[in-house]
């Protein structure tokens, strides 16, 4: 069956993307995705990583679970699924070109922006209509590619520590990827093949995921944030380079 073998870049995209989830909470797809777009077309990517994203958001919401608030998470979730929508019928329907550079404008912007963020010394939650934008535009962004750094921008103005940003970002992106499960289904974009290939890739996530739960435990999680970022616009100007 088409679709069922892995090859080394592969592993290598998901043990680097769940090192940087293990560390952060988020940015899995975006390190995911980013590596894997060069050479595969987003609609071939992002129902296998929903899949392999599933299991490692149930398991850093349970180990922050003390720190989560569901008054927090249910805007946020609807709002995502809200936009959820148009974004999965962009991703199934559109221009394959069109969809990657877009991916590496979405890419660069959203790296330049939350690096930015990274040196401000008082964080701005924001106006609500700004909050409001960001929820419905991490839906879109979500449904086409399962991004959930805008949802990291949100969840960054709504808490206040880092087990509680965790926490409340991994329901919320549970919810979300509950949500498109069924979407995906029902659209035919998750297969047998995907499904598949899902399950030979789970080991590989499993172990980048400890690894950087482990890492965060010795390692300042702003300096390996600031790395993946820089790594993510770099790739996203490279993306928008080469489909111009």
Same mark, same amino acid.
């Given at each position: 069956?088409?679709?069922? $073998?892995?090859? %080394?870049?592969?592993?290598?995209?998901?043990? !680097?993307?769940?090192?940087?989830?293990? +560390?952060? /909470?988020?940015? *899995?797809?975006?390190?995911?995705?980013?590596?894997?777009?060069?050479?595969? *077309?987003?609609?071939?990517?992002?129902?296998? $990583?929903?899949?392999?994203?599933?299991?490692?958001?149930?398991?850093?919401?349970?180990?922050?679970?003390?720190?989560?608030?569901?008054?927090?998470?249910?805007? &946020?979730?609807?709002?995502?699924?809200? #936009?959820?929508?148009?974004?999965?019928?962009?991703?199934?329907? #559109?221009?394959?070109?069109?969809?990657?550079?877009?991916?590496?404008?979405?890419?660069?912007?959203?790296?330049?922006? =939350?690096?930015?963020?990274?040196?401000?010394? @008082? @964080?701005?939650?924001?106006?609500?209509?700004?909050?409001?934008?960001? /929820?419905?535009?991490? #839906?879109?962004? !979500?449904? +086409?590619? /399962?991004?959930?750094?805008?949802?990291?921008?949100? =969840?960054?103005?709504?808490?206040?520590?880092?087990?509680?940003? @965790?926490? *409340?970002?991994?329901?919320?992106?549970?919810? $979300?990827?509950?949500?498109?499960?069924?979407?995906? %289904?029902?659209? /035919?974009?998750?297969?047998?093949?995907?499904?598949?290939?899902?399950?030979? &890739?789970?080991?590989?996530?499993?172990?980048?995921?400890?690894? #950087? =739960?482990?890492?965060?435990?010795? =390692?300042?999680?702003?300096?390996? @944030?600031?790395?993946?970022?820089?790594?993510?616009? &770099?790739?996203?100007?490279?993306?928008?380079?080469?489909?111009?």
């Amino acid at each position: 069956m088409k679709g069922l $073998e892995l090859d %080394t870049l592969m592993i290598i995209a998901v043990l !680097c993307a769940y090192f940087v989830k293990g +560390m952060c /909470g988020f940015a *899995n797809t975006l390190v995911h995705s980013t590596i894997l777009s060069f050479r595969n *077309n987003n609609i071939n990517i992002t129902p296998v $990583e929903l899949l392999i994203g599933y299991p490692s958001n149930v398991l850093i919401a349970w180990k922050e679970r003390k720190a989560i608030d569901i008054k927090s998470c249910v805007p &946020l979730a609807t709002l995502v699924f809200l #936009g959820c929508i148009p974004g999965t019928f962009l991703l199934k329907n #559109g221009n394959v070109g069109t969809v990657k550079l877009f991916f590496g404008v979405v890419v660069t912007a959203i790296g330049i922006e =939350m690096f930015c963020r990274e040196y401000q010394k @008082k @964080k701005h939650k924001g106006s609500r209509a700004v909050l409001l934008g960001i /929820g419905l535009l991490s #839906g879109l962004l !979500c449904g +086409m590619f /399962g991004i959930g750094a805008l949802m990291a921008a949100y =969840m960054s103005r709504t808490t206040d520590n880092s087990q509680a940003f @965790k926490g *409340n970002l991994c329901v919320v992106f549970l919810a $979300e990827n509950t949500f498109r499960l069924i979407l995906y %289904t029902w659209l /035919g974009i998750i297969t047998k093949a995907v499904v598949w290939q899902a399950l030979l &890739l789970m080991p590989f996530m499993i172990i980048g995921l400890f690894l #950087g =739960m482990a890492a965060a435990k010795v =390692m300042k999680e702003s300096v390996v @944030k600031r790395v993946v970022l820089v790594m993510l616009i &770099l790739s996203g100007i490279s993306l928008i380079i080469s489909n111009l």
